[in-house]
């Protein structure tokens, strides 16, 4: 038995190693969206009483329990005067049944758009976490390499300084620059953790529960791809957000219809014998109807369902233009982060891996002094972490467009 369960164990361990592989495994595991889900369940088993007619009712009347006073009062059908019985039951006026079952279909699309939405959400917020650990996960590792690369700075002042070449100034201050590494390397990982947890608790996992490290990011789409005029219209297409505020719109002039609708009565009929001590000898018909007087209550339930039916024509219109303008600050901002890396990955990083070299150089020589080098070595950390945060910006403004549309790109 714990053979078997080792595979199981194994793989959920080695989740995290690609964005795909957490999406798959939050899809199935995590509790927001399944509570989602069981919303559209639920939404769903309302439709058949949305659309079906009342119960019936079963009613008996034991009429004269006293038979004019000659005996004390029974409850027997055969003692008294006699017995009515009336089955009856209601029936709305036509078309009520079906806007009513046509307003649940229309919630349960409303429901659905709203899981996909949620599903949406956690996705981005998944992509997100996961392209910021993969930013602090490279930037711990170049702080390391920064570290080593003091380190031998270090020796250098150290040999020049035993040579009567630099100051012991030189020494201390690469020992302080050490120590401020040192020091962003537990901020650093602090900030792993506090991520490692973020994402367990959208994969519907113990916070320290274990995750394979990052190894890549998703390429950015090409910028062909990421014509706004084309997203746009799939946004309004696509987009669960919208799509659940369509089917609101839809359901409250169905609404309206149906507050319009009880202007005009609803029916009773019933059918039913009446007994004579052991005999039945009459039988009886009835309809029975609901007197729509109270006008002043029907036109204000009229003028509710319109004010609902604006609001909801406006609240999907704010809803549309809301997510066309986070669609255009995305797409912006993935195009500002794909020239930023390209910035620094061919101008900036080379250009202060030169100028460093020839700092290193000058300060061997004793034509640069210690400043100039720590200040080149800056920038090069610093042309370095611009390219990775670069990635990882263009990474969470793609999860936001993904979000948005409400499927990846």
Known sequence: MLGMATPAVSQEMTIGHSIESLLEFAKSRNPEYAAMLAEVDAAVERVTPAGALPDPRFRMELRDITRYGDQNPTLSPSRVGS???????????????????????????????????????IAA???????????????????????????????????????????LQDVIRAQVEQTKLRSELVALQTEQHHLHTRLNALLGRPAEAALAAPEKLRPLPAPARLEFTVLAERVRARNPLLASELSKLKAAEKGRELAYKNRYPDFTIGAGPIQYQSAIKEWELMVEMNIPFQQS??????????????????????????????????????????????????????????????????????????ATLLDAQRQIRQARQEQIRAQSEGQARLAEVERILGEDL
């Open 125 to 167: 917020r998944i992509k997100t976490s996961y392209a910021q650990w993969y930013y602090v996960r490279r930037n711990e590792r170049l702080t390391r390499e920064i570290l080593q690369l003091m380190q031998r700075l270090e020796r250098i002042a150290q040999v020049r300084y035993s040579s009567g070449l630099a100051a």
């Open 297 to 370: 209550s029907r036109r204000a339930l009229e003028r509710e369902s319109e004010a609902l039916l604006s609001a909801a024509r406006a609240r999907r219109e704010a809803s549309t233009n809301q997510l066309i303008a986070d669609l255009a600050e995305n797409l912006a901002g993935i195009d500002g982060a794909r020239r930023t890396e390209a910035l620094a990955s061919g101008d900036l990083l080379p250009e202060a891996e030169l100028t460093y070299k020839a700092a290193l150089a000058g300060y061997e020589n004793g034509k640069l002094d210690f």
């Open 83 to 121: 017995t009515r019985y009336l089955l009856s039951q209601d029936i709305p006026w036509f078309g009520k049944r079906d806007l009513k079952r046509e307003m649940a279909e229309l919630e349960v699309d409303s429901a659905r758009g709203r899981a996909w939405g949620t599903w949406s959400e």
